[in-house]
């Protein structure tokens, strides 16, 4: 298997699982901070989704550093298959949840004049911008975990 930036193993792949898994704690963060995140269906399915995010990134981080720390290779194809599917699914429920999230912030924000929850309106924003990080960081792995496999 080929070696390039990103992949299990490498300082840039123990800082993609980082930031991946920074981004979707802060959104969580952001969100747990408002009083009533839980009356909204998506606001609460970002929950889920950057919850399932952070213990699957930081799950990764901690293999990545483990890696590094011993100095070993990691492309085992078997383990290298099993980070794909692991990355598209969270990808893909990642950018689910960020969207239907904010769908619900502009309706709050934009389409009801103004939002009648006063800071927290802010506070679902930053929770779906980091939500949005998170899915971009989550996708370039992903992508580099596909390249890692086909070129294996």
């Known amino acids: 298997m ?7 193993g490498t300082w840039t792949g123990l800082v993609l699982r980082i930031s991946q898994c920074m981004f979707a704690a802060g959104s969580i963060a952001s969100m747990t901070a408002t009083s009533n995140f839980f009356s909204v ?3 609460c399915y970002l929950i889920a989704s950057m919850g399932l995010q952070v213990m699957w990134s930081f799950g990764l981080a901690f293999l990545d550093a483990y ?4 100095k070993k290779v990691i492309h085992n194809p078997l ?6 599917v692991g990355d598209w699914v969270t990808a893909t429920l990642s950018l689910a949840a960020a969207s239907a999230s904010a ?9 009801f004049g103004d939002c009648e929850f006063g800071k927290e309106c802010q506070k679902y924003q930053i929770s779906v911008v980091l939500a949005f990080l998170s899915w971009i960081m989550i996708a370039t792995s992903s992508l580099i975990m596909f390249w890692l496999l086909a070129a294996g």
Not at 2 to 8: A, I, T
Not at 67 to 70: F, N, T
Not at 103 to 111: K, M, P
């Open 67 to 70: 890696a590094l720390v011993k």
């Open 79 to 84: 383990l290298v298959s099993l980070f794909v």
């Open 103 to 111: 769908g619900i912030t502009v309706l709050y924000y934009s389409d």
């Open 2 to 8: 080929k070696d390039f930036p990103g992949v299990p």
């Open 41 to 43: 269906t998506s606001f």
